[in-house]
């Protein structure tokens, strides 16, 4: 393998990421063959030191994939940080589907709930319409009202649900990335 | 040299290398590879790990030639970190030494 063919698969394995933030990983590697070169070593002696591109931009990946979730939040960017992680190995992969699967059903359960309770006076509403005003006795009010309040609970309580498990999701994976073996193996 | 011990101590070494000077990339993975070996590459994903976490700072020097070198540097942050990770380091090694006397004694 020489320096252009390094370089081009590490670029290929560089995504979601802006053109600069490529190209400032892609001349520091570029820098570093030179000084390589420098010393005498040759292309492929120091393609072999560096060791595989592949798994060097995958980490490079995730790393800036979670950092880019953590800035900009949105549901893209946090998808590509988990789908980046779970690249990196079959460790990772397990150790990550299986909490991210269990955390989204929770936030999913949470908000369904959250919007049946709120819609309750809705539902009040077309019970009126559909068989009259006359049906509707004090104790449907009474419930409606309370439905709705422990809506607006649930509302307040799935909010922090959401905060806290993205706080949660981003340090499990820079977790991740730091137990992946890469940076010492040679 | 096992590989999990070097993991665990890869960011400190990174950081006490940058301790003592500035570095840039090949100049710190040489200080580090002749002592042991790593896959050189990935210590580019740390730097710039460390780097988005506030630990290091970089600037750029224009080399006697070739290409200008983008220098790391350590910011206060980086700083009271080092200082944190060798305090740990050191009871670390403490504790694993502890037994090794122990066991050596027997």
Same mark, same amino acid.
């Not at chain 1, 509302?155 to 706080?167: G, H, N, P, Q, R």
């Given at each position: ?186 | 040299?096992?590989?999990?011990? /070097?993991? +665990?101590? %890869? ?14 990339? =090949?100049? &710190? ?22 780097? /988005?976490? +506030?630990? %290091? ?14 220098? =790391?540097? &350590? ?32």
């Amino acid at each position: 393998m020489n320096k252009n063919d390094y370089l081009k698969e590490l670029k290929r394995h560089l995504k979601h990421m802006n053109k600069e933030e490529k190209e400032d990983i892609l001349n520091e590697y570029d820098t570093h063959f030179y000084s390589g070169q420098q010393e005498g070593k040759s292309e492929s002696e120091v393609c072999k030191e560096l060791g595989n591109p592949k798994v060097i931009g995958k980490e490079l990946t995730a790393t800036f994939s979670v950092e880019n979730a953590h800035q900009k939040v949105s549901l893209m960017n946090i998808s590509s940080a988990i789908v980046a992680v779970m690249g990196l190995s079959l460790l990772n992969f397990f150790i990550v589907t299986i909490p991210a699967f269990l955390s989204i059903l929770l936030v999913l359960t949470f908000i369904i709930f959250t919007l049946a309770s709120l819609v309750a006076p809705l539902m009040l509403l077309i019970k009126g319409i559909m068989d009259g005003f006359h049906s509707i006795i004090l104790y449907d009010i009474f419930m409606t009202g309370l439905m709705f309040g422990v809506g607006l609970v649930l509302a307040v309580v799935t909010y922090y649900l959401i905060k806290w498990l993205f706080y949660l999701t981003m340090k499990y994976l820079k977790w991740n990335i730091s137990i992946v073996k890469g940076s010492v193996q040679s | 040299m096992n590989a999990q011990f /070097k993991k +665990g101590a %890869l960011e400190l070494i990174v950081l006490l290398i940058i301790k003592k000077e500035d570095q840039y990339g =090949y100049s &710190l993975v040489q200080n580090i590879s002749r002592y042991m070996t790593i896959a050189e590459g990935t210590v580019y994903p740390l730097l710039r790990r460390l780097v /988005k976490s +506030g630990e %290091l700072s970089t600037y750029y020097q224009p080399s006697t030639e070739g290409p200008s070198r983008k220098y =790391y540097q &350590l910011t206060q942050q980086g700083a009271a970190r080092v200082d944190q990770l060798e305090e740990e380091w050191k009871l670390f090694t403490e504790a694993v030494e502890h037994f090794i006397e122990e066991s050596e004694n027997e």
